[in-house]
């Protein structure tokens, strides 16, 4: 099995070499629905998080017609230390973009659909009358269609986030990506109670919540317990949990390797917890299998059968 050209094998730090493990491996992107989302993408000049991320899913999320789009441009007024996304002034606002992104969705023919968008510190809305206007357009053009919106902070403004939850997506995804001590050099301009008080105001208005989190950075395990109990605390109904990959040596570096096995512990602990669904595996991202998290109580009923299975 090929590995999909997104990182180095070797991950380097002047003291350590970390060398991926081979769990991480996975499939070179191919096939006709593949091109035919590609040619979508490029046709319709559309940003997407799956090229701009490193998306190490692409190659299988793309091959089932599926993609995560990403609106407000491909350039964030952040720096976050693990974000391959390039950052710096971004271009005006392009007021066509909702209806381009529900027309591609159209074309796409896909029964659920996952938005994001990079961070629009500079406007004063934060960018939230796009991401309103984004999804009126694809519910418009595509009614039966299901949304997840994986939004930024807003700088904890709320109304800003109200105007997403006036247009209730059928799940508002904000990431805490990382454990309380080292949000400040992971995401250098956001702040991780801030963070939490967005999904609380979310679940306060209604939303389905989720949030995600990135291991391999240094954490310990009992401050990813300690993040999944403030999660649970503030209302997140789903929170998906991988192995952070470092996009380029201008990146963070990977500290470590999470076993399969640590992943799967804190999936129990956060079903424990009460959490809703906890998707946890090392090359989970965000927006994958998000189709699936759409429906209260699907996870948690599996995760019950599996433990009367186990009895």
């Known amino acids: 099995m090929q590995e999909l050209p997104v990182i180095s094998s070797v991950l380097a730090t ?21 091109r035919h989302v590609r040619n979508l993408v490029d046709t ?38 693990f974000c391959a996304v ?12 909702p209806q381009r992104v529900a027309e591609a969705i159209y074309l796409m023919k896909v029964k659920h659909a996952v938005i994001t968008s990079v961070d629009r510190d500079e406007l004063k809305d934060g960018g939230s009358i796009i991401w309103a206007n984004t ?15 994986l939004i930024p902070d807003f700088k904890g ?9 006036d247009v209730a997506p059928e799940v508002v995804s904000h990431n805490i990506e990382t454990v309380e001590r080292l949000t400040r050099k992971v995401r250098i301009q ?33 401050e990813v317990l300690q993040t999944l109990r403030d999660l649970a605390d503030n209302g997140c109904d789903v929170v998906t949990m991988g192995q952070y990959l470092q996009p ?9 390797f999470v076993h399969p096995d640590e992943f799967a512990f804190y999936r129990e602990e956060g079903y424990k917890m009460g959490i809703d ?35």
């Open 14 to 34: 002047e003291e350590t070499r970390v060398k991926k493990p081979n769990w991480l491996r996975v499939k070179l992107p191919i096939g006709e629905n593949y």
């Open 44 to 81: 319709h000049k559309l940003h997407t998080i799956c090229e701009s991320g490193n998306c190490p899913n692409m190659g299988e999320c793309w091959g089932e017609g599926t993609a995560t789009f990403m609106i407000l441009g491909n350039i964030c007024t952040r720096s976050c230390g």
């Open 86 to 97: 390039a950052t710096g002034r971004p271009d005006p606002v392009d007021w066509d973009e």
């Open 135 to 149: 999804i009126k357009a694809v519910r418009a053009l595509n009614p039966e269609t299901t949304l997840e919106t």
């Open 157 to 165: 403004e709320k109304d800003n986030i109200q105007r997403l939850i």
């Open 190 to 222: 956001a702040k991780y109670h801030r963070s939490m008080e967005v999904i609380r105001t979310l679940k306060d208005g209604g939303m389905r919540t989720k949030s995600g989190i990135m291991l391999g950075l240094g954490e310990e395990k009992e």
């Open 248 to 256: 380029t040596q201008k990146h963070l570096p990977v500290v470590r």
């Open 277 to 311: 669904y906890v998707e946890s595996g090392p090359l989970v991202r965000s927006s994958y299998h998000s189709e699936r998290h759409v429906f209260a109580g699907e996870g948690r009923a599996a995760w019950l059968r599996s433990k009367e299975m186990e009895q």
